[in-house]
């Protein structure tokens, strides 16, 4: 399928630049993906509606969040070798070793061993290292400092790592260039449960952008839940470019996800599982809750739920891993039930992926093109660009500090 068919238009004053003036107060559109049936409600609304029967089924539905918090990535340097004409920007991706990051570099000239000055005397060095020698054209390279880099020093010294649609007025393009970060981001770019030692088996590291689904989620809204017997789990997938970075490929099926580590520990797995045993609705928070959940599944029956081996409906296991899976339409979906996510960006792995979940639902055979106007599009694709037309027409908030969506 063509990575053109994945573009919309959107009216500029539909993505949102500022969080709403208070977390979680925020529309919901929920899509019926079976019947293509939409509602417009308000997230504050979420226990009424998990609750009812579409969710309630063999008991409550299972949330599952992604509790990765979001370091403070964005970094900018004053060139001591190789004339760069601007500061230079970096957003670190990955920790390396004590003193190398794998970054995404802008406006920095990539040439191994040009120098930067950044904030308390520290100085980077381009470097090359394993696993970016084809990946120039995303401006992906090795950066290593005169002194370890920690989480302590870039909350002083780093920027919120804005994606690139949030301008606030200032003109230019890539990352950086627009996502000038303010004092209330630190905040509200970050999920309410972000926990810095989740993922800790998986070694250093955090976020370099959020689980924005999560964004949307209270203190007192998730007590509410709890208080509607809604329960949740948090895994965690440290968001990286396997999630983030664009589809430059013609065609979908040729484009390469880069690998973004994830864990699941032993009560969060025997809670899923024992969910599904009962015939629960899982409901992912976020895309990359249900990466983590499809990466994890593996065929075959739990041994402590005591059925035969080779059962169908596989499990969970806890442990922790690394995943470049990449949904697209036609995937068959083992754990999820339902997606609660934001509005996406055009072309990217994740309206693909919110296409693909939609597309699960219709009754047209994985794979199978739908043809409106006498265009081939994928299952699911027609029915989410009809839904983000009406949400644009209603005056949604689109992508990272916009409104959500509930896909069932």
């Keep these: 399928m063509r ?36 509602e417009h409600r308000v997230v504050e609304e979420l226990p009424e509606i998990l609750s009812g029967p579409a969710f309630h089924r063999g008991g409550p539905p299972l949330l599952v969040f992604n509790n990765s918090k979001v370091r403070r990535a964005k970094i900018t340097g004053a060139a001591k070798s190789g004339g760069a004409s601007s500061p230079a920007e970096f957003l670190l991706l990955n920790r390396v070793d004590s003193l190398t990051w794998r970054a995404m570099a802008k406006r920095a000239k990539r040439r191994r061993g040009n120098l930067y000055r950044f904030g308390d005397n520290v100085e980077g060095e381009i470097v090359e290292i394993a696993g970016t020698a084809g990946e120039a054209r995303t401006g992906i390279t090795g950066l290593r400092f005169n002194r370890p880099i920690d989480d302590s020093w870039l909350d002083i010294h780093g920027r919120v790592p804005l994606p690139p649609y949030i301008k606030r007025g200032i003109p230019g393009g890539g990352f950086g260039a627009g996502g000038k970060d303010e004092s209330a981001d630190s905040g509200r770019y970050q999920t309410v449960y972000a926990d810095a030692s989740a993922g800790a088996d998986l070694g250093p590291g955090a976020s370099a952008a959020a689980p924005t689904a999560g964004l949307h989620f209270t203190e007192e809204l998730l007590a509410r839940l709890e208080g509607a017997g809604i329960e949740g789990v948090f895994v965690t997938l440290h968001v990286g470019l396997g999630t983030f970075l664009p589809v430059r490929t013609e065609n979908v099926e040729d484009h390469v996800m880069h690998e973004e580590a994830y864990c699941i520990g032993g009560d969060a797995a025997r809670r899923i599982n024992a969910a599904r045993a009962g015939g629960r609705r899982i409901v992912a928070v976020g895309t990359t809750s249900l990466r983590t959940l499809e990466a994890a599944w593996r065929p075959g029956d739990h041994p402590e739920n005591g059925g035969p081996p080779g059962a169908a409906e596989g499990f969970i296991p806890a442990g922790e891993g690394a995943t470049s899976i990449f949904i697209y339409p036609g995937r ?14 055009p072309g990217s792995t994740l309206l693909m992926l919110a296409a693909a979940f939609a597309g699960a639902g219709t009754g047209v055979p994985a794979g199978e093109a739908r043809r409106p106007g006498g265009g081939a599009f994928p299952a699911g694709l027609a029915l989410i660009l009809e839904s983000y037309a009406e949400a644009a027409r209603e005056g949604y908030r689109f992508f990272s500090y916009g409104d959500a969506m509930l896909i069932y």
């Design 3 to 38: 990575t053109a068919q994945f573009y919309f238009d959107l009216p500029p004053d539909r993505i949102a630049q500022y969080p709403p003036a208070e977390r979680g107060k925020s529309r919901l559109m929920t899509l019926d993906r079976t019947a293509g049936r939409r």
């Design 332 to 345: 068959r979906f083992r754990v999820a039930d339902a997606l609660f996510t934001n509005f996406h960006t």
